[in-house]
């Protein structure tokens, strides 16, 4: 069964999308990787897009108007998906989060926005939607939804894994043997992208390679206040997102840390507190091999700061266990689409916090009859990427 997996993740800077083709052998699930590609959001829309989300007030009108624009993209990048590597049986589309409702340490709603019927119409092909809401009907997150290929990939490895995930937000799955759980860290590249946009340090808004960071001087007081966040003591399960940590709570830390500080010093502060809060979470899960992806895993200095800060553990990209980096989560979609297919629930209790597995989504239908495979009894045991 060949499918498209695609997101707009934390950064909302633009669609990744990638095409498997999954075939069952046994009990291993072995997905053959046959397109990948990244799509910018049209300037305009990325910048309406911000101006909208928290802590910013939006009407539903423009809700409605994003709902359309943002869908007419994800349709776009679909058709040329599906253009350079021919028909799919079905389009997963995660959308845009633009709101994660989390009090406490509960996940009451999501909404995730790009209305799939622009996808389905484009493409022919019917497509699966808002698959976070199912999980957290049932008590859970609704993330992190990638656990479940986390669970997959590395439940063989000797002495236990981590999987990290650098996007806006950070997340872990830990798994050592027939166990896992996972949860938001808290920050990667949220804060940071929140500065270097409003200052106008890069004009694509994100610090490349580092190189701010590298420039600047950690500003220790800040980083003592900004590492005294509550949602870092909070147990997991637990969830996040821009509606906490985002350029307002950047501001707040400043002026309760006695002033302005240098914009490299800045970027520098919290880069560091990326790397601490994930270095502190990594040794309290005592794993001894950390793999890692999606855009903070091309910030050296993030990363040099992990294998400084974590001497016992091996650092590595998940590029090595057949899962691009920068392609991860539109893999994890992809594959959360064929296990809705086959009637398999894509989450796993522990990582999510839900009481129980749930399959996942809402289907949209395509050109023609919505056609689904016969159900399976048994969940695949592990998945072989190529």
């Known amino acids: 069964m060949k499918v498209l997996g695609m997101i707009s993740g934390t950064s909302h800077d633009g669609i990744d999308v990638a095409v498997v083709d999954f075939e069952l052998v046994?009990?291993?699930?072995?997905?053959?990787?046959?397109?990948?590609?990244?799509?910018?959001?049209?300037?305009?829309?990325?910048?309406?897009?911000?101006a909208a989300l928290p802590p910013a007030p939006a009407t539903l009108a423009e809700v409605c108007v994003l709902d359309t624009l943002i869908g007419q993209s994800f349709a776009g990048a679909a058709a040329a998906a599906i253009e350079a590597a021919g028909p799919v049986d079905l389009v997963v589309s995660h959308g845009q989060t633009v709101y994660?409702?989390?009090?406490?340490?509960?996940?009451?709603?999501?909404?995730?926005?790009?209305?799939?019927?622009?996808?389905?119409?484009?493409t022919?092909?019917?497509?699966?939607?808002?698959?976070?809401?199912?999980?957290?009907?049932?008590g859970g997150h609704g993330a992190p939804l990638v656990s479940v290929l986390d669970g997959l990939l590395l439940g063989g490895h000797d002495g236990g894994a981590a999987a990290l995930n650098l996007?806006?937000?950070?997340?872990?799955?830990?798994?050592?043997?027939?166990?896992?759980?996972?949860?938001?860290?808290?920050?990667?590249?949220?804060?940071?992208?929140?500065?270097?946009?409003?200052?106008?340090?890069?004009?694509?808004?994100?610090?490349?390679?580092?190189?701010?960071?590298?420039?600047?001087?950690?500003?220790?007081?800040?980083?003592?206040?900004?590492?005294?966040?509550?949602?870092?003591?909070l147990a997991a399960p637990k969830s996040t997102g821009k509606e906490l940590f985002h350029l307002p709570y950047v501001e707040a830390a400043l002026s309760k840390a006695g002033?302005?500080?240098?914009?490299?010093?800045l970027v520098a502060t919290l880069t560091e507190l990326t790397v601490r809060t994930v270095?502190?979470?990594?040794?309290?899960?005592?794993?001894?091999?950390?793999?890692?992806?999606?855009?903070?895993?091309?910030?050296?200095?993030?990363?040099?700061?992990?294998r400084a800060a974590l001497p016992g553990v091996a650092v590595s990209p998940s590029d090595d266990y057949g899962a691009p980096s920068d392609d991860k989560e539109a893999i994890a979609f992809a594959l959360i689409g064929w296990l809705t297919a086959h009637?398999?629930?894509?989450t796993v209790p522990g990582g999510t916090g839900a009481a129980s597995p749930r399959i996942l989504g809402t289907l949209t239908p395509g050109a023609g009859p919505l056609v689904l495979p016969a159900p399976l009894a048994e969940p695949p045991r592990s998945l072989r990427l190529a």
């Open 26 to 50: 046994g009990s291993v699930l072995e997905g053959r990787l046959a397109h990948t590609a990244s799509t910018p959001y049209p300037q305009e829309l990325r910048a309406r897009l911000v």
């Open 100 to 122: 994660h409702w989390v009090e406490g340490a509960h996940a009451l709603g999501t909404l995730q926005i790009g209305q799939p019927a622009w996808i389905a119409e484009r």
């Open 124 to 138: 022919g092909a019917p497509v699966l939607s808002d698959v976070r809401i199912r999980d957290i009907t049932a």
């Open 167 to 233: 996007g806006g937000i950070a997340n872990m799955t830990v798994v050592r043997g027939g166990a896992l759980y996972a949860y938001d860290i808290g920050p990667a590249n949220a804060l940071i992208d929140a500065v270097v946009t409003s200052r106008g340090l890069h004009p694509r808004g994100f610090d490349e390679d580092g190189r701010i960071a590298a420039s600047g001087r950690v500003a220790e007081r800040l980083l003592e206040v900004l590492l005294d966040e509550p949602y870092y003591r």
């Open 259 to 265: 002033g302005p500080v240098a914009d490299a010093d």
């Open 279 to 306: 270095a502190h979470d990594v040794r309290t899960a005592g794993v001894g091999a950390l793999v890692v992806s999606g855009g903070g895993c091309r910030n050296p200095v993030v990363m040099d700061g992990l």
């Open 343 to 346: 009637g398999l629930p894509g």
